[in-house]
């Protein structure tokens, strides 16, 4: 080949090259194309060249774009025999949180004619995703600030320190009544104690003596060859062994009484206040027990709330209830009204898991009640899920009248044991067998 020939095949090549450069970076299209002007207020970064998708697909790109007074003007460049229905949603998407933006266009109905070449629609504004994080941001730092500094509305802090020193000055009270009463408790279960070794030694005594009676030698032996006679003798040792396992029996019930003490302070961001919950478990043996508490105890004459607060005041709980190692299932009122409570631990056994529990109870099914222009008229369901710090405390989160007007609170419990009280519930307890008597025809097994 002569180097004329080289040279013009090189410069061919570059002139190829270079045509199909500016054909490239130039955006230059052969197939036939309409253009379509979409106004939005802000584009969200959008840039010049981007791509425009029609349910998904690339069918065009974005043109030009300009400022018209309070908006933005669109020029899209849509191919030809694409068609666009007049119904349609014009949007500016994004391939991720981070990703490139495009024009993205959810096709309408084939009922509605299509958009006209050159004619101008309304995009629909896209959500912001930084605005929406920095609300929501904004939004959880108040509630921090709400929980943890003081305030107008006050703070769960407080009110929680508050409802701990109520509870302590009650604890100290009734542990001055336990100290008054002790010197004589101590005394009782000292004397007791006497009897009880009486009995046992008198027990002893009286098998020596049936297995003596057993036998016709000596005079004792004689006279119970009288049926009647040893029938009044069997009938009187058997009051004795019942009389001792009597005594023994309400000696274990003493120390089988336990008593809780709970308290819940529930903070609702909806109105910006918290309510209060107090009650006293009584446990007289394992699997049973009886609750009585007040539920959303406050003073409406008082209330601070920002929104309105549906709630009923100062309620009345009473349970009797039933535990198991995954549950705890109580029926009889709950917040003034005929209900039911159940906590689960579903996954009592795992080491982690044992630490969160599920509740949820429901109520009031006859309601019928009109509160601030609202007919509440469904029954009542709330459920929540509880996180244990340690064994006395807990937190979590819960929605309450979920069928009706439900809100979400913030949950704090306390649980704890008074011994104390626990003592002299048993006390009672022995004192008020011992004032009774028992039945003939008690069962000690029951």
Known sequence: MSLEAKVGAFVALGISLIAASILLLGNYHFGK?????????????????????????????????RLENDHVVLKLSIKDGVPIYQDSVFTIGSTGII?????????????????????????????????????????????????????????????????????????????????????????????????????????????????????????????????????????????????????????????QFRVFWNLDERYEPAISGGLADAGVKIVPRDGRYYYGGIENMGNPTNATFKGYNYERLNTIDALLGFTGKWYDLGFGVVRSAGGGRLTLTPFYKNPIGKHFSLFTQAYDFGQNRIVNGVHFNKPSYDAGILAWINKYWAVGARVDDIAQEPVFQGWVHLNFEDKDISYLFGLMTYGAAGTKGRSPNHDPGQ
């Open 99 to 255: 990703g490139s933006k495009y024009l993205e266009i959810d096709q309408g109905h084939a009922s509605s004619n299509p958009v006209v070449p050159n004619a101008t629609v309304a995009g629909t504004e896209a959500v912001d995703i930084e605005a929406s994080i920095s609300h929501a941001l904004g939004s959880i730092q108040k509630m921090l600030d709400d929980l943890n500094g003081p305030g107008p509305n006050g703070s769960l802090v407080q009110n929680l320190r508050g409802s701990v020193a109520n509870m302590r000055k009650l604890t100290a009270n009734l542990n001055d009544l336990i100290a008054t009463i002790k010197p004589s408790a101590e005394q009782t279960m000292a004397k007791t104690g006497a009897v009880t070794d009486k009995l046992d030694s008198l027990l002893s005594k009286s098998n020596a003596m049936m297995t003596s009676l057993t036998t016709s030698e000596g005079t004792v032996g004689a006279l119970l060859h009288d049926p009647k006679m040893k029938q009044n003798v069997e009938n009187t040792l058997a009051s004795v062994k019942e009389a001792a396992s009597t005594a023994n029996d309400m000696l274990s019930r003493i120390n």
């Open 33 to 65: 194309r309409y253009f379509i002007y979409v106004t939005f207020h802000d584009v969200s970064n959008l840039n010049r060249n981007a791509a425009v998708k029609l349910s998904g697909v690339d069918v065009g790109q974005v043109e030009a774009m």
